[in-house]
């Protein structure tokens, strides 16, 4: 692996503190997580939730928002309502996943998980760019603007096939259903493995059950990825 330092910068207002790293060292894990928080929680929520998945092995890596939110008007509001910080917003994941990728973390070993805005963050990403990762877990969350969007599928991209798990509860106050459900479509139109749940559930919150779905997600992905380097340095 090569150095572990992120880029910063302060033309973004999202880039100028690195993010926070948490679970296994980035020169010493097996797999990376990209936990993007949701509005006003801050990388501290997802460390939590990295606690509760509890899993060696795993390099937590926790962007940290800009006055603890990505961008400022809620997720259905038109587009050039939240801008520029909802394009300042992606270009901080895409740069974020670039210096994972200059350290020598492959795509196909990094997962994408959003939580809240977070998801619907990660979600907007997925959609446009329709990058290589590993699996993505997007719970509460769905693309951004005010209707249906059309999403034409980028030449070569990173979809197809991958494990993509949305969760949603059928009555959240900040996320509809109504959204939640052709954002997994939308996914799924362009090739990924969708599992979509739904819960009868009034909190806003990551339920026992969820943290049991991202723990097994992630121990099946590291797995693989123990496996892969083992046949690579012991071929038959």
């Given at each position: ?114 939580f809240s805005q977070g998801a619907c963050l990660l979600a907007e990403y997925l959609l446009r760019d329709q990058p290589s990762c590993a699996s993505a877990f997007l719970h509460t969350g769905g693309y951004l603007g005010p209707g249906k969007r059309p ?86």
């Amino acid at each position: 692996m090569g150095g572990t330092a992120f880029t910063t910068t302060p033309e973004n207002p999202h880039l100028t503190a690195p993010p926070v790293l948490h679970g296994a060292p980035l020169d010493q894990a097996g797999l990376v997580v990209y936990a993007v928080h949701g509005r006003t929680q801050g990388p501290a929520f997802m460390v939590e939730q990295a606690d509760r998945v509890n899993l060696p092995g795993v390099a937590w890596v926790c962007p940290q928002a800009d006055a603890d939110t990505w961008y400022p008007q809620g997720f259905l509001a038109p587009l050039d309502d939240n801008q520029p910080r909802l394009d300042q917003a992606l270009d901080t994941v895409r740069t974020h996943l670039a210096d994972l990728g200059r350290m020598g973390w492959a795509a196909q070993d990094v997962v994408l998980f959003g939580f809240s805005q977070g998801a619907c963050l990660l979600a907007e990403y997925l959609l446009r760019d329709q990058p290589s990762c590993a699996s993505a877990f997007l719970h509460t969350g769905g693309y951004l603007g005010p209707g249906k969007r059309p999403w034409p599928a980028v030449p070569e991209s990173g979809l197809p096939g991958t494990e993509t798990v949305l969760l949603c509860a059928e009555e959240d106050e900040f996320v509809p259903l109504d959204r939640a459900e052709p954002t997994a479509g939308a996914l799924a139109s362009l090739g990924a493995r969708i599992e979509f749940t739904t819960y009868d559930d009034p909190l806003h919150h990551l339920n026992e059950d969820s943290i049991v779905r991202l723990r097994r997600m992630l121990r099946t992905r590291l797995l693989e990825r123990v496996e892969i380097v083992a046949e690579a340095e012991h071929p038959a």
